[in-house]
């Protein structure tokens, strides 16, 4: 069965849903209808007419009735996973993005490696340069201080 009435969705219908549905959409609307408990279709009266025995009239409707909510519920998963899809696949274009610069950014810092590890060793150089300049100062010190002390006597 499908409830294409309502929002093109299929659902399926066993049994003997199957066949009061299948009785129900060949009823012509044009004519009024009751179902008997049975599910046969009975015309009752001209058109036009009610049924006033007491009988209970039903138009053209299942013994279950069909919830339309769920067709719509559907057709809202299908939308809420085309739009997930949808993200994702966005998700994906941006990691790809990241990890094209990345390795971009990765094969950058590879050829500024040798001029880094120039940086370090000036760096290292510099420092020993310093201490020796603070070792070669106290030393300086020490021999005017000395050559004082010789001026003195």
């Known amino acids: ?6 929002s093109g969705c299929k659902m399926a219908a066993t049994g003997e849903e199957a066949a009061e549905m299948d009785c ?5 609307l044009a004519h009024p209808t009751v179902l008997s ?9 001209e058109p036009g007419e009610t049924a006033s025995e ?15 909510s769920t067709c719509e519920d559907y057709h809202l998963l299908e939308n809420m996973n085309k739009l997930t899809s949808l993200k994702y696949m966005e998700m994906k274009d941006i990691s790809i993005n990241i990890s094209r610069n990345l390795q971009d950014l990765n094969h950058k810092y590879a050829s500024l490696q040798p001029y880094l590890d120039q940086i370090n060793q000036i760096e290292e150089q510099v420092s020993s340069l310093e201490q020796a300049a603070y070792k070669l100062d106290t030393y300086s010190k020490k021999l005017e201080a000395k050559f ?5 006597r």
């Open 1 to 6: 069965m499908s409830c294409h009435w309502r």
């Open 148 to 152: 004082k002390k010789l001026e003195k």
């Open 24 to 28: 129900i959409s060949r009823v012509s």
């Open 54 to 68: 007491g009988l209970e009239v039903v138009t053209a409707a299942p013994k279950k009735p069909i919830n339309s």
């Open 37 to 45: 408990l049975g599910g046969s279709l009975e015309p009752r009266g």
